[in-house]
């Protein structure tokens, strides 16, 4: 009886332990998000542009991001919720470690040609982020994701740099 309670005794403990360090040990990203998406020139035309910068000393590897537009759209007479995914210009990065902007460039192919802030307003528009990565001191898998409304969307602006020399 007494080898039987030790045996038990220990596996909880062990259990215990084992459940304790998973719930503390989960990575938790610290990916911080422009506080608005632009639509500002880049190159020779427009572009949606959203800032994010990794919070934390350590590297995110293998990030992978995306960017999907929702807004509300009348069919048939109905308002309906369509949802389409954003061609950005890299969606993916090997190494993450310090900021990146996404660029989605907006040629006449893009659903957000013609859109202005007034037909954003119109249609509840909606741009949900999200960020896959690998966090490269414990190779934990991170997700992150962010959402602007129309409202969060400045037209004509831009992002001041992210360093400068101080002479």
Do not use: C
């Not at 690998?134 to 190779?139: K, R, V």
Request: hydrophobic share 40%.
């Amino acid at each position: 009886i007494s080898s039987i309670e030790a045996l038990v005794g220990l596996m909880a403990f062990s259990i215990m332990t084992g459940l304790l360090y998973g719930r503390f040990s989960r990575p938790s990203p610290r990916l911080v998000y422009s506080e608005n998406a632009i639509i500002a020139p880049y190159l020779d035309i427009k572009g949606l542009m959203i800032r994010l910068a990794n919070e934390r000393s350590n590297q995110l590897i293998n990030v992978s991001a995306n960017i999907i537009f929702s807004r509300n759209e009348k069919i048939d007479n109905e308002t309906k919720r369509r949802y389409y995914n954003l061609d950005l210009e890299r969606s993916k990065v090997t190494y993450f470690a310090m900021s990146w902007t996404l660029v989605h460039p907006i040629t006449e192919t893009s659903i957000l040609f013609n859109e202005t802030a007034q037909s954003l307003q119109e249609s509840d528009a909606e741009f949900l982020v999200s960020i896959e990565a690998t966090d490269d001191t414990l190779q934990d898998p991170i997700h992150s994701r962010k959402s602007y409304l129309f409202n969060e969307v400045k037209i004509g602006a831009a992002f001041l740099p992210m360093m400068h020399d101080n002479l």
